[in-house]
T-cell receptor
Framework: NAGVTQTPKFQVLKTGQSMTLQCAQDMNHNSMYWYRQDPGMGLRLIYYSASEGTTDKGEVPNGYNVSRLNKREFSLRLESAAPSQTSVYFC????????????FGNGTRLTVT | RKEVEQDPGPFNVPEGATVAFNCTYSNSASQSFFWYRQDCRKEPKLLMSVYSSGNEDGRFTAQLNRASQYISLLIRDSKLSDSATYLCVVLFTGGGNKLTFGTGTQLKVEL
């Protein structure tokens, strides 16, 4: 009963490097999300995909790109990492519709030096 | 003013105590409300939705006050295992669904 699986769990990048965070869900959910969590800021939405084939910007999309590869998978790419992107990243999914609870992955701790 | 505000705490309470958290929101058109629980270095998990008439789930009671724009979470008979950060989440559906998370209230239940 995996739920939402994120990889990697930890990552250290140098400024300017690129990487992709992977996310997959096995609950047949329509909607998927990427959040970042920083101390004192709460969870902030980066990008979301309301359904397969669609993606939209959230509150803090700059410096990120996403791909909804299929219904199960939603990846987040940092093209040129910056120290300001040091954060904990969470992928989440939901059935879609309103309201429906979010199911989160375990998170990725990213440090950019 | 933040869209969703919570007292960060920490609230340190003895086991068995009753503790309450409030959360205020700024958008009067907000439509749905939730409490999530987040353990240290873990992902948030849904604790309970908050309904207009108030709702209870075991030792947990959630209330909504639309006139004053706040929601509350009451925990009775606190357990050590209740120690966590509690996130208030507000959904606004005007112009697309927008979920806004509070920064969380930290609870520490002690022996």
């Amino acid at each position: 009963n995996a739920g939402v699986t994120q990889t990697p769990k930890f990552q250290v990048l140098k400024t300017g490097q690129s990487m992709t965070l992977q996310c997959a869900q096995d609950m047949n959910h329509n909607s998927m999300y990427w959040y970042r969590q920083d101390p004192g800021m709460g969870l902030r939405l980066i990008y979301y995909s309301a359904s397969e084939g669609t993606t939209d910007k959230g509150e803090v999309p700059n410096g990120y790109n996403v791909s909804r590869l299929n219904k199960r998978e939603f990846s987040l790419r940092l093209e040129s990492a910056a120290p300001s992107q040091t954060s904990v990243y969470f992928c989440a999914s939901s059935e879609g519709g309103t309201p429906s609870p979010l199911h989160f992955g375990n998170g990725t701790r990213l440090t950019v030096t | 003013r933040k869209e969703v505000e919570q007292d960060p705490g920490p609230f340190n309470v003895p086991e068995g105590a009753t503790v309450a958290f409030n959360c205020t929101y700024s958008n009067s058109a907000s439509q749905s409300f939730f409490w999530y629980r987040q353990d240290c270095r873990k992902e948030p998990k849904l604790l309970m939705s908050v309904y207009s008439s108030g709702n209870e789930d075991g030792r947990f009671t959630a209330q909504l006050n639309r006139a004053s724009q706040y929601i509350s979470l009451l925990i009775r008979d606190s357990k050590l295992s209740d120690s966590a950060t509690y996130l208030c989440v507000v959904l606004f559906t005007g112009g697309g669904n927008k979920l806004t998370f509070g920064t969380g209230t930290q609870l520490k239940v002690e022996l």
